[in-house]
């Protein structure tokens, strides 16, 4: 199975910082890559897809790169509503998707 | 509007059995993969299981394989997710998802509300 690996588990910021999460293949999963929001008690959403395509309706403050095993979501500038957990999720493997243990934004 | 609602969801006993259904509207549901995904309280988010468009091939995670048992009725618009010999470890809300593609990368673009299972005596 590949493994993917986030850092900083969790991470503490203002608003109006940027912030950058790391997360890891444990093999080269190419641009398989998607980034998901969730809120407490709320579902995930969906935010950017192939590793770098924002998904229609998210702002543009938020951004991905990176491909083979490495990659990053970074916000540009925070807002109150981004304070959430983030999940990369690789879908090299489809349909046997696993995501990272998630990434908790939190306000300073 | 797209939308997916579970049902099905409960307190049972460990060994015991249960059906989670998940409702699909507004979108051509015999057209998508459909998954399981679940999040036990205050963890992340596991691939439970998998099925295709016509429910020909499916998928599962080792850790429900041999208990668990995904289906889909098209003509009805709905997926299943038949539980047994459940176990405390499978104690979670468990969320159905619909798989979309996007530039060739498949990803899990809507999300149900989720459906809350706890296994205990």
């Known amino acids: 199975d590949i493994q993917m690996t986030q850092s900083p588990s969790s991470l503490s910021a203002s608003v109006g910082d940027r912030v950058t999460i790391t997360c890891r293949a444990s093999?080269?999963?190419?641009?398989?890559l998607n980034w998901y929001q969730q809120k407490p008690g709320k579902a995930p959403k969906l935010l950017i897809y192939a590793a770098s395509s924002l998904q229609s309706g998210v702002p543009s403050r938020f951004s991905g790169s990176g491909s083979g095993t490495d990659f990053t979501l970074t916000i540009s500038s925070l807002q109150p509503e981004d304070f959430a957990t983030y999940y990369c999720?690789?879908?090299?493997?489809?349909?046997?998707?696993?995501f990272g243990q998630g990434t908790k934004l939190e306000i300073k | 509007e797209v939308q997916l609602v579970e049902s099905g969801g409960g307190l049972v006993q460990p060994g015991g059995s249960l059906r989670l259904s998940c409702s699909a509207s507004?979108?051509?549901?015999?057209?998508?993969?459909m998954h399981w995904v679940r999040q036990a309280p205050g963890k992340g988010l596991e691939y439970v299981s998998a099925?295709?468009?016509?429910?020909?091939?499916?998928y599962y995670a080792d850790s429900v394989k041999g208990r668990f048992t995904i289906s889909r009725d098209n003509s009805k618009n709905t997926l299943y997710l038949q539980m047994s010999s459940l176990r405390a470890e499978d104690t979670a809300v468990y969320y159905c998802?619909?798989?979309?593609?996007?530039?060739?990368?498949?990803?899990?673009?809507?999300w149900g509300q989720g459906t809350m299972v706890t296994v205990s005596s």
């Open positions: 099925i295709n468009s016509n429910g020909g091939s499916t």
């Open positions: 998802v619909k798989v979309g593609a996007y530039a060739a990368v498949t990803t899990l673009d809507i």
């Open positions: 093999q080269s999963i190419s641009s398989y």
């Open positions: 507004g979108f051509t549901f015999s057209s998508y993969p």
């Open positions: 999720q690789q879908s090299y493997s489809a349909p046997r998707y696993t």
